[in-house]
C-alpha cells in the first residue's frame, strides 16, 4: 500500500525570510515553504472531514436544501433509488434504496434495530465516523438476515452492551453516519423495500431502557460549509476543519500530526483566519492546497490504470494505515463507498488503448462465457457524466445495468454478454444490452456487493471497454 511522501518545494519560497503566522491561539513562526508543506499535509487530511460536512450539512441542518433529510438521530428512508435529480453526493449508488441516520452520539449511544428479512435480500448498514472511515457494518454478510438490535455510542461512553443488543459499535467521533443499503430486485418490488425499511428503527439508549433521558447535549451553532468549488481554492476551509474536528477527539496516533498542522492554525478549537494572513504566507496556504490536488491526480491516474483499486482507498482507520492521500482520493472519486469486503468498484476512466471516455464515441464490454462478476450478492454497471460524477439523464431512465436484470439481457452465441455503452440508441433490436452515455465525456463504476475471493483477492479482473467501430 502507498504512503504519501513529502515533496520538497525548490524556487524562491525557500528563501523568504521567516514570517509571523497569527492564529487566536498561538504565534509560531514558519516559512512560507513550511507552510505550504504543512497546508497541503493538512489539506489531503481534511478533505473528507470538510466535504463530508458539506453533505451532512446539507441532510440534517439546512433546511432550505433539497436534499435536506429530517432531523438529527431519526432515520431517513428513500422510497426510491438515486436519479440524476440527486446532485449532493458524487457517484451515486442507484441500486439499492438508501436510508440515512444523522447520528448525534454526544448525549447517549444510539440502538440500531434491523427486521428480520428474506434470506435472498442484501442489505447493509454501513457505520461511516466523521473521518469517513468505514468502522464497521451490521447486515447480510455481517450479522445475517434474522434481524436484531445494536448499540451505536461515541467516544465518551464507555458501558458494555445492555440486555438485548446483540453487540456494541464504538464510533471515534461524536457524529456519524449510518448508510443503509437495502437491494432492490425490480422496479415492482420496491413496496417490499419499503416493508423492510419500515421495520429499521433508531432510538436512544434510554429510550430502548424505558430510562430517563440523560441532559442533552449543547446545540451547535453549525457553520456554513463551503460549495465543491470553494473548497478546491479557498482558505476558508481550514475554518470548516476546524469546526469539524471539535467532534473528533484526537486519536493517539495522531497527536503528532496536529501539533504539526497547529503549526499554520489548524486543529480543533483553533481559530483560521486567512484575512489576517501576509500575501506571502496567503499565496503559501493556497500553493498547498493546489499541490494536494497535484497528489490527488496522480493517485487517480493510478487508478485509472488498476495500479490502485477501490478496495485499497476504502476501509477502517487500521486497514489504511495512515495513508491519507487514500482517504482523500476516495472522498473525491466516490465519498462513502463501501470497505472491500462489502463492495467492490471496478472503475472505468479510459478505454482499452487508455484514452479516455467521451459519448461522442461508441463502446462495448464483453463478458466472456461464465465470467461475469463474482459476488455472493448483486453486481451492476453505472454510468456517469465527468466531471461531475452525477447520473446521466436519459430516454430510458436506464442509469445502470445490473444482475436482476440479466434475464432481459440477449446474450452472445457462445453464451456470453456483450453491453453496448453509447449516447444514441444502437437501435430497439439492441436496446436491451444499452446503457446510455452522455455526449460528453463520462465514466463508468461498477458494484460488486459482497464480492467473492476471487474479486477480493484479484484473481477476477474487469473486463476492458473496447472503442466500437
Excluded at 472503475?347 to 462478476?373: E, I, M
Aim: charged share 20%; with cysteine.
Amino acid at each position: 500500500m502507498k504512503t504519501i511522501t513529502r515533496r520538497g518545494f525548490v524556487g524562491g519560497l525557500a528563501m523568504l525570510p521567516v514570517l509571523r503566522f497569527t492564529a487566536a491561539d498561538a504565534q509560531i513562526s514558519v516559512t512560507p515553504a513550511e507552510a505550504r508543506t504543512i497546508a497541503k499535509e493538512a489539506y489531503v487530511y481534511g478533505f473528507p472531514i470538510v466535504d463530508n460536512y458539506r453533505i451532512q450539512h446539507a441532510y440534517w441542518v439546512d433546511k432550505a436544501t433539497p436534499e435536506y433529510k429530517g432531523p438529527w438521530n431519526q432515520i431517513w428512508n428513500s422510497a426510491r433509488v438515486f436519479t440524476p435529480a440527486d446532485t449532493a453526493i458524487q457517484t451515486p449508488n442507484s441500486d439499492t434504496p438508501y436510508s440515512f441516520v444523522g447520528a448525534d452520539l454526544r448525549a447517549e449511544p444510539l440502538v440500531i434495530t434491523v427486521p428480520a428479512m428474506e434470506k435472498e435480500r442484501y442489505f447493509s448498514v454501513q457505520l461511516i465516523d466523521y473521518y469517513t472511515f468505514n468502522f464497521d457494518y451490521i447486515g447480510t454478510r455481517t450479522s445475517g438476515n434474522g434481524g436484531g438490535s445494536f448499540l451505536l455510542a461515541g467516544p465518551g461512553w464507555k458501558g458494555d452492551a445492555p440486555k438485548g443488543v446483540k453487540k456494541v459499535f464504538r464510533c471515534e467521533t461524536e457524529l456519524a453516519f449510518p448508510t443503509y443499503r437495502t437491494q432492490l430486485f425490480d422496479p415492482a418490488d420496491i413496496e417490499n423495500v419499503k416493508k423492510v425499511q419500515s421495520g429499521y428503527k433508531v432510538q436512544p439508549l434510554s429510550a430502548f431502557l424505558g430510562q430517563p433521558a440523560p441532559k442533552a447535549a449543547p446545540a451547535i451553532d453549525f457553520i456554513k460549509p463551503l460549495t465543491p468549488a470553494e473548497e478546491k481554492t479557498s482558505p476558508e476551509f481550514f475554518s470548516i476543519l476546524n469546526f469539524v474536528l471539535q467532534f473528533c477527539p484526537t486519536v493517539p496516533s495522531e497527536k503528532a500530526l496536529m501539533a504539526r498542522f497547529a503549526k499554520i492554525g489548524v486543529g480543533a478549537g483553533k481559530t483560521f483566519d486567512d484575512g489576517k494572513l501576509s500575501s506571502e504566507m496567503k499565496t503559501a496556504i493556497e500553493q498547498g492546497m493546489a499541490d494536494a490536488w497535484v497528489a490527488l491526480a496522480g493517485l487517480k491516474k493510478d487508478v485509472e490504470e488498476g495500479k490502485v483499486n477501490s478496495g485499497d482507498v476504502f476501509g477502517t482507520r487500521q486497514y489504511l494505515k495512515g495513508n491519507y492521500l487514500y482517504r482523500m482520493g476516495a472522498a473525491a472519486l466516490g465519498i462513502y463507498g463501501n470497505s472491500k469486503q462489502e463492495a467492490m468498484y471496478p472503475t472505468y476512466y479510459v478505454d482499452a488503448s487508455k484514452q479516455k471516455l467521451n459519448g461522442a464515441n461508441r463502446y462495448t464490454l464483453r463478458f466472456a462465457p461464465g465470467q461475469l462478476p463474482p459476488v455472493n450478492a448483486f453486481w451492476s454497471l453505472t454510468m456517469y457524466d465527468e466531471p461531475q460524477s452525477l447520473l446521466v439523464a436519459n430516454p430510458l431512465n436506464r442509469y445502470l445495468i445490473n444482475s436482476p436484470m440479466l434475464p432481459q439481457l440477449k446474450r452472445d452465441a457462445d453464451g456470453g454478454l456483450t453491453l453496448i455503452v453509447q449516447n444514441e440508441s444502437p437501435g430497439k433490436d439492441k436496446e436491451a444490452n444499452w446503457l446510455p452515455a452522455p455526449k460528453g465525456p463520462f465514466s463508468m463504476i461498477m458494484r460488486l456487493y459482497w464480492p467473492k475471493e476471487a474479486a477480493t483477492e484479484g484473481k477476477w479482473k474487469q473486463p476492458p471497454l473496447q472503442r466500437a467501430g
